[in-house]
């Protein structure tokens, strides 16, 4: 088994957090909407990333460059 990189864990926590809090969002009827502005996310952009909280305009915060 080739080694996991503390890197790779940690971008699967990341995702599996993305993943609970897009859950959360479902379950309260706010999933479309932007967590900044509350406009309605495009559909386009909820279909490339479905875990995504923000509307075009507002980049997610975690999405911000680490490397
Ligand atoms: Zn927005």
Do not use: F, K, Q
């Not at 309260?28 to 923000?54: H, K, N």
């Amino acid at each position: 088994m080739s080694e996991i990189s503390n890197e790779t864990v940690a971008s699967i926590e990341r995702t599996l957090s993305d993943v609970d809090h897009a859950l959360e969002r479902l379950r309260e009827g706010a999933y479309r909407s932007c967590e900044t502005c509350g406009t309605e996310i495009d559909a386009a952009l909820l279909t490339s990333d479905p875990v995504r909280t923000s509307c075009a305009a507002h980049p997610r915060l975690n999405e911000v460059e680490i490397s």
